[in-house]
């Protein structure tokens, strides 16, 4: 069964940095491309990077280059996204999601629950 | 960016009637060598991860019930709902994938009338 389950979400200090991990299973990780999407409190989904089956292109939402960084470790079967100089706006439940079609995986078809990142003082 | 717009944002429905959604991006997303449409459908019931329902715009993912059908090319597409079940009450969203960033619509709220 393929399962993805993120940890690393907390209440953060605006300015502050947090990573969170997604680990997978059920499926060759190596083989798929990845992504976090993020739902802000009763607001609707955006999509916040992309990284291709091997680590070796990555992309990000405009608003969040130069703060995030998606990675991976294929010996790991793991996720993560670096956030560093968090915002208010930054708040909301980050989703872990396989991809398929195309290098970056632009179909997301399993979701993990999500973890909640809160940014506040 | 392309912007993903669906209508309407919410709709009532009597159990076993047709729901109706509508999601229209403001470019085409119609890839002319593949003749495929870049659009997915995505279901969220309350408390849950979004599941996703369709994609290439009419490809239902295995699993999804043959009441849940995709349709339309270009920049204009639609998800219907056959016959309306009490399981079904969720926001529904569109999403592009022609192109980064990708991008959602609003997303539409079914309730049962």
């Known amino acids: 069964e393929v399962q993805v389950l993120e940890s690393g979400g907390a209440l953060v200090q605006p300015g502050g940095s947090l990573r969170l991990s997604c680990a997978a299973s059920g499926f060759t990780f190596s083989s798929y491309a990845m992504n976090w999407v993020r739902q802000a409190p009763g607001k609707g989904l955006e999509w916040v990077s992309s990284i291709n089956n091997n680590g070796g292109s990555a992309y990000h939402t405009d608003s969040v280059k130069g703060r995030f960084t998606i990675s991976r470790d294929n010996s790991k079967n793991t996720l993560y996204l670096q956030m560093n100089s968090l915002r208010a706006e930054d708040t909301a439940v980050y989703y872990c999601?396989?991809?398929?079609?195309?290098?970056?995986?632009?179909?997301?078809?399993?979701w993990g629950q999500g973890t909640l990142v809160t940014v506040s003082s | 960016d392309i912007v993903m717009t669906q209508s309407p944002d919410s709709l009532a429905v009597s159990l076993g009637e047709r729901a109706t959604i509508n999601c229209k991006s403001s470019q085409s997303i119609l890839y002319s060598s593949s003749d495929k449409n870049y659009l997915a459908w995505y279901q969220q019931k309350l408390g849950q991860p979004p599941k996703l329902l369709i994609y290439?715009?009419?490809t239902r993912e295995s699993g999804v019930p043959d009441r849940f059908s995709g349709s339309g090319s270009g920049t204009d597409f639609t998800l219907t709902i056959s016959s309306l079940l009490a399981e079904d009450v969720a926001v529904y969203y569109c999403?592009?994938?022609?192109?980064?960033?990708?991008?959602f619509g609003q997303g539409t709220k079914v309730e049962i009338k």
């Open positions: 290439w715009a009419s």
């Open positions: 999403q592009q994938y022609y192109t980064t960033p990708r991008t």
């Open positions: 999601v396989r991809g398929i079609v195309g290098a970056t995986g632009g179909v997301f078809d399993y």
